[in-house]
């Protein structure tokens, strides 16, 4: 059964930082990954997918890679705004057709 | 394009009542909808997966007879909390595949559901 794991559950950085959240999967055999941002009761956006075949992928101050093998991912944000204050989720999908297995999440902090 | 509308965003509703939760992918059709619950600081659970036409998939552990899923069509899905109670309150979230990426899934904006 694959897990996602999220490391810092929590994150709090002064704004202009740039800063890396973890992701962690148990099943290297993925079909993609995805980061989603989530603010306070609200529902998910998409920010980043990658294809099981890909390294990376980037959007403006957003990076995300991908190492298969080593069940990781990483999202990186380059100077970090207070606009960026939310939870950020890492989900993966185990193929084409099957379901989404969701870390628990970053909270992120930046403060001005 | 890839929108997927949620009604209603909150409900409040009394102990042993029922309540509707409906889910639209309002400029794709969807073969298939998820419907997860998230408690407070949690992750997204799936609850359960409905195709079209067919009937839904529950997982381990969720009552299908309290939550009712209904797919009706390539555009719709509802969740229905049947007798609802306090523990039921969660916010729910549901997303859907998109027939033509199925890879991809479009997530709603979630309902909040209160049971006093």
């Known amino acids: 059964k694959q897990e996602v794991t999220q490391i810092p559950a929590a994150l709090s950085v002064p704004e202009g930082e740039n800063l890396v959240l973890n992701c962690s999967f148990t099943?290297?055999?993925?079909?993609?990954l995805q980061w989603f941002r989530q603010d306070p009761g609200k529902g998910l956006t998409s920010l980043l997918l990658?294809?099981?075949?890909?390294r990376e992928q980037t959007s403006g101050r957003l990076n995300a890679s991908l190492d298969k093998s080593s069940g990781r991912s990483t999202l990186y944000i380059a100077a970090s705004q207070p606009g960026d204050s939310a939870t950020y989720l890492c989900?993966?999908?185990?193929?084409?057709?099957?379901?989404?297995?969701f870390g628990k999440g970053t909270m992120l902090l930046v403060s001005p | 394009g890839a929108v997927v509308s949620q009604h209603p965003s909150r409900v409040i509703c009394k102990s042993g009542t029922s309540v509707k939760i409906e889910c639209r992918s309002l400029?794709?059709?969807?073969?298939?909808m998820f419907w997860y619950r998230q408690f407070p600081k949690q992750s997204l659970m799936l609850m359960a997966t409905?195709?079209?036409?067919?009937?839904?998939?529950?997982e381990q552990g969720v009552e299908k007879d309290k939550f009712l899923i209904n797919h009706a069509s390539l555009t719709l899905s509802t969740l229905t909390v049947t007798s609802a109670h306090p523990e039921d309150s969660s916010f729910y979230i549901c997303?859907?595949?998109?027939?033509?990426?199925?890879?991809?899934?479009?997530f709603g904006p979630g309902t909040r559901l209160t049971v006093t």
């Open positions: 099943d290297s055999a993925i079909y993609n």
């Open positions: 990658i294809q099981s075949s890909q």
């Open positions: 997303s859907a595949r998109n027939r033509d990426r199925p890879y991809e899934q479009y």
């Open positions: 989900a993966v999908m185990n193929s084409g057709y099957s379901t989404l297995t």
């Open positions: 400029d794709f059709q969807a073969t298939t």
């Open positions: 409905s195709n079209e036409g067919s009937k839904a998939t529950y």
